[in-house]
C-alpha cells in the first residue's frame, strides 16, 4: 500500500483498531503520515538497509552496489515524517557486498544481523531509550533509479559500467540495462572486469570490460535512448 492509501485506512479507524504498541517497517519507499506515526504506543521503527545518515531514501542498497561499496550496513531507527532523519536506536556496517550478489545472498547475511539488531532496538524501545540524533550535515540520498540509467553509456568507465550491470542484476530487471555494441542492441545481463569469454568493450577510461552475457534485443522497438 502508499502512503495515502495508508491514510485513508487511518481515517476510517483500521490501524487504530489493532491498538498496536509498536510499528515496525521495513522495505516501504513511501513517508508515512504523522496520522500513523501517532498511532503506536510507543512509536515507529523502521530498518534501512545503510548506515544512516548515509543514502537515506527509498533504495539505499541500489546505490551502495551502484557506487560499487564493498560493505553495506543496516541502521533500525525511530521514525518521523521525513526520510530517514529519526534518531538511531541500533547500528552495524560491513555486510559484504559480492561482485556477483543477488537479493538472495544478500539476505543469508542481512537476516541474521536484521534479527540481532532488532533484538537491541525493540529493548531500547521498551526502556524509553529515545535513540541518538543523527548527524544530518554528513547525509546522503538514495532516491529511485532515474530512467537513463537503464541504458548504457561506453564512455563511462568500465568499473561504473560493471556496476551498472551489477544493480540491475540485483534489482532483477527483466530487460535492462541496454547497450549499443557493434550495430546491435544488447540487454546486458553480466560484465567482467577480468579477462573473460565473451563481449570486450573499451570504456571511457580506457579499460576493458567483457560482456559475458547478454541478450539481443534489436528487434524489439526502439526505445527512447541516453546519449552514448
Same mark, same amino acid.
Given at each position: 500500500?502508499?502512503?495515502?492509501?495508508?491514510?485513508?485506512?487511518?481515517? %476510517?479507524?483500521?490501524?487504530?483498531?489493532?491498538?498496536?504498541? =509498536?510499528?515496525?517497517?521495513?522495505?516501504?519507499?513511501?513517508?508515512?503520515?504523522?496520522?500513523?506515526?501517532?498511532?503506536?504506543?510507543?512509536?515507529?521503527?523502521?530498518?534501512?538497509?545503510?548506515?544512516?545518515?548515509?543514502?537515506?531514501?527509498?533504495?539505499?542498497?541500489?546505490?551502495?552496489?551502484?557506487?560499487?561499496?564493498?560493505?553495506?550496513?543496516?541502521?533500525?531507527?525511530?521514525?518521523?515524517?521525513?526520510?530517514?532523519?529519526?534518531?538511531?536506536?541500533?547500528?552495524?556496517?560491513?555486510?559484504? =557486498?559480492?561482485?556477483?550478489?543477488?537479493?538472495?545472498?544478500?539476505?543469508?547475511?542481512?537476516?541474521? /544481523?536484521?534479527?540481532? =539488531?532488532?533484538?537491541?532496538?525493540?529493548?531500547?524501545?521498551?526502556?524509553?531509550?529515545?535513540?541518538?540524533?543523527?548527524?544530518?550535515?554528513? /547525509?546522503?540520498?538514495?532516491?529511485?533509479?532515474?530512467?537513463?540509467?537503464?541504458?548504457?553509456?561506453?564512455?563511462?568507465?568500465?568499473?561504473?559500467?560493471?556496476?551498472?550491470?551489477?544493480?540491475?542484476?540485483?534489482?532483477?530487471?527483466?530487460?535492462?540495462?541496454?547497450?549499443?555494441?557493434?550495430? %546491435?542492441?544488447?540487454?546486458? %545481463?553480466?560484465?567482467?572486469?577480468?579477462?573473460?569469454?565473451?563481449?570486450?568493450?573499451?570504456?571511457?577510461?580506457?579499460?576493458?570490460?567483457?560482456?559475458?552475457?547478454?541478450?539481443?534485443?534489436?528487434?524489439?522497438?526502439?526505445?527512447?535512448?541516453?546519449?552514448?
Amino acid at each position: 500500500m502508499q502512503s495515502r492509501d495508508l491514510h485513508l485506512q487511518v481515517e %476510517k479507524g483500521s490501524l487504530e483498531g489493532y491498538r498496536p504498541d =509498536l510499528l515496525i517497517v521495513f522495505g516501504f519507499a513511501w513517508k508515512l503520515p504523522r496520522s500513523v506515526l501517532d498511532i503506536p504506543r510507543l512509536g515507529a521503527i523502521n530498518v534501512h538497509v545503510s548506515m544512516l545518515p548515509e543514502y537515506r531514501g527509498p533504495a539505499p542498497l541500489l546505490w551502495a552496489i551502484r557506487n560499487g561499496d564493498p560493505t553495506a550496513g543496516i541502521t533500525i531507527h525511530r521514525m518521523d515524517e521525513d526520510f530517514d532523519t529519526g534518531d538511531i536506536l541500533a547500528q552495524r556496517d560491513g555486510l559484504p =557486498l559480492a561482485d556477483d550478489i543477488s537479493w538472495q545472498t544478500y539476505c543469508v547475511e542481512a537476516m541474521p /544481523a536484521t534479527y540481532e =539488531l532488532l533484538r537491541t532496538a525493540l529493548a531500547r524501545v521498551v526502556a524509553g531509550e529515545p535513540g541518538e540524533p543523527q548527524d544530518h550535515v554528513a /547525509a546522503s540520498h538514495a532516491g529511485f533509479m532515474e530512467e537513463e540509467f537503464a541504458f548504457i553509456r561506453w564512455s563511462d568507465d568500465a568499473r561504473t559500467v560493471h556496476d551498472q550491470v551489477r544493480t540491475h542484476r540485483f534489482m532483477r530487471s527483466p530487460d535492462r540495462p541496454v547497450a549499443e555494441v557493434d550495430g %546491435k542492441r544488447l540487454h546486458v %545481463k553480466r560484465t567482467s572486469l577480468e579477462p573473460a569469454e565473451g563481449i570486450r568493450v573499451v570504456c571511457g577510461d580506457g579499460k576493458p570490460l567483457w560482456i559475458t552475457e547478454s541478450a539481443d534485443v534489436s528487434s524489439r522497438a526502439e526505445e527512447p535512448r541516453h546519449p552514448i
